[in-house]
């Protein structure tokens, strides 16, 4: 079955840096890539998806990059605030109605 | 903009006991999605329905068992309660094919 790794586990930032979350997938029938954002005790909250026809996308300060030949897809968050801290998964699927397998998720703190 | 609905959001149980969590879809959302979220976990597949017809199933124990009504919402059932059944449930929906949106949970606690 599908397998996502998720790294780096831990990433403290100062506001106003960038921040890079990196993931993997193993099965080349995953499709479509979203990322979620976590706040402790709260629900995943869609931040921005990639399709597999797509290379990069953009939605203000983050995007997302897709290199399906070597299975990768990255997060990028540009001029990162305090309110960005939170846990952040990455996932994938075949599309459709198929289930979310999630990487281990990233703890991302910013500092002021 | 409506969202996912979820009760209880918070559940007490002791051992042995029984449980039912309760999911109501985003309205026109024809797929549910249950997922467990241990402390500190990734959150885990259950199963999920399309249609009312169940469309696939992950690591959900035996003692499990879902289903989803004529009206689109959900129903977790779970017996035999065990103190690693803790954890947060969050339900998910979805209709444009992909992109699924998660409910607010509900926290059991199994004493």
């Known amino acids: 079955g599908e397998n996502v790794e998720q790294h780096p586990s831990t990433l403290s930032v100062q506001e106003g840096d960038s921040a890079v979350i990196k993931c993997t997938y193993s099965?080349?029938?995953?499709?479509?890539f979203p990322w979620y954002k976590q706040e402790l005790g709260k629900r995943p909250q869609l931040i921005i998806d990639?399709?597999?026809?797509?290379g990069e996308k953009k939605d203000q300060r983050i995007a997302v990059t897709l290199n399906k030949t070597a299975k990768h897809f990255s997060l990028h968050i540009t001029e990162t605030q305090p309110e960005d801290s939170a846990v952040y998964f990455c996932a994938a699927s075949k599309g459709n109605t198929d289930k979310l397998i999630f990487g281990t998720g990233t703890r991302l703190q910013v500092f002021p | 903009a409506a969202g996912v609905i979820q009760s209880p959001r918070h559940l007490i149980k002791e051992k042995r006991e029984t449980a039912t969590l309760k999911c109501y879809p985003i309205?026109?959302?024809?797929?549910v999605y249950w997922y467990q979220q241990g402390p500190g976990q990734d959150p885990q597949f259950l199963i999920s329905?399309?249609?009312?017809?169940?469309?696939d199933k992950g690591s959900i124990p035996d003692r499990f068992s879902a289903q989803q009504f004529s009206d689109y919402h959900s129903e977790l059932n779970m017996s035999s309660l065990e103190l690693g059944d803790s954890a947060l449930y969050f339900c998910a929906s979805s209709f444009v094919p992909d992109t699924q949106y998660f409910g607010p949970g509900t926290r059991l606690t199994v004493l």
């Open positions: 990639i399709r597999s026809n797509v």
């Open positions: 099965d080349s029938a995953s499709n479509y």
């Open positions: 309205p026109r959302h024809d797929t």
């Open positions: 329905f399309y249609e009312k017809m169940q469309s």
